[in-house]
């Protein structure tokens, strides 16, 4: 099968006389799976993300999207193939709600005197009625809630509707309820429309309960691939993180419950 995203012996480092900020990175992530990027705070999570969406010039090693070398990408192409829900968003002007997730729509506007079409009309209705923002519609995204934000660009990014969606932290800012919600959302979209999603994540427990497969960073560097079933253990999350836990399963997915310290 080929993978939907390739990478091999990938480093970079933002500054060129600085230790390697990620090195050795080999991946290999399949389409219709839903992927998990957990590891301490400041690893390379979000820089891994941002080198697969060229966000960040140059590294090393060997990229491949569907097959075809990054580098041979177009960013008009690269967004009609990936969509990214980034760790903090700021927007430059106030846009409403619905201006914002139609933003997603930008890529297949097919010349600069044509506006949107009935198509991106549905797509964007649809969206907002699936991650219940159908009542801020109309509202200044500035006067949303962290949470409420997230959502909206949750939802820029499904009416993109690319095969690939990169997401950082989506849920960071989430109820229970709505990060659930969230997690559902994107792993349904994924089997039903067998496209494929990275996640970066910190809470472990939903990763387990969503995610098809994890990857664990440290320094930059992969320490661990797999299931979750075949990563969560105590000595695995000492070793990344550092502190001590127990995991228990419950309806067949393996919790951490971490040691008070
Ligand atoms: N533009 C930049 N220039 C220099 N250093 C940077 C830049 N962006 C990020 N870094 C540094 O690179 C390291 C990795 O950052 P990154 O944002 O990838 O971490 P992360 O794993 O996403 O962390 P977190 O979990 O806190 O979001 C950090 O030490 C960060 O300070
Ligand atoms: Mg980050």
């Excluded at 992530?29 to 390379?44: A, D, E, Q, V």
């Excluded at 044509?114 to 009309?121: A, L, Q, R, T």
């Excluded at 649809?126 to 109309?138: A, G, S, Y």
């Excluded at 472990?204 to 992969?222: E, Q, S, T, V």
């Amino acid at each position: 099968m080929i993978a939907d995203i390739f990478m091999e012996n990938v480093e970079f480092s933002y500054n060129s006389n600085e230790e390697k900020l990620l090195s050795d990175i080999n991946l290999n992530i399949k389409k219709g799976k839903f992927t998990g990027i957990l590891g301490p705070n400041g690893c390379g999570k979000s820089t891994l993300l941002k080198i697969i969406l060229k966000y960040l010039p140059s590294h090393e090693g060997i990229i491949k999207i569907e097959n075809k070398k990054l580098k041979d990408y177009n960013q008009s192409e690269l967004s009609k193939l990936l969509s990214f829900v980034p760790q903090k968003s700021s927007l430059s002007m106030p846009l409403t709600v619905e201006e914002v997730v139609y933003m997603g729509r930008v890529p297949y506007i097919k010349n600069k005197w044509s506006g949107f079409e009935k198509e991106d009309d549905e797509k964007v209705t649809e969206v907002i009625k699936k991650l219940d923002l159908e009542k801020f519609r109309k509202r200044n995204a500035f006067s949303l809630s962290g949470g409420e934000f997230q959502r909206v660009l949750l939802a820029r990014a499904l009416v993109q509707n690319t095969k690939i969606i990169l997401l950082d932290e989506p849920t960071s800012a989430l109820d229970m309820n709505y990060a659930l919600e969230i997690m559902k959302i994107t792993s349904q979209f994924v089997k039903k429309e067998n496209i494929t999603a990275v996640m970066v994540l910190h809470d472990l427990n939903l990763a387990a309960l969503y995610c098809d497969n994890l990857i664990f960073l440290k320094k930059g560097k992969i320490m661990y691939k797999g299931t979750p079933k075949e990563l969560f253990r105590p000595e695995i999350f000492q070793e990344i993180y550092g502190f001590g836990c127990k995991i228990i399963e419950h309806n067949g997915y393996p919790y951490v419950i971490p040691d008070k310290i």
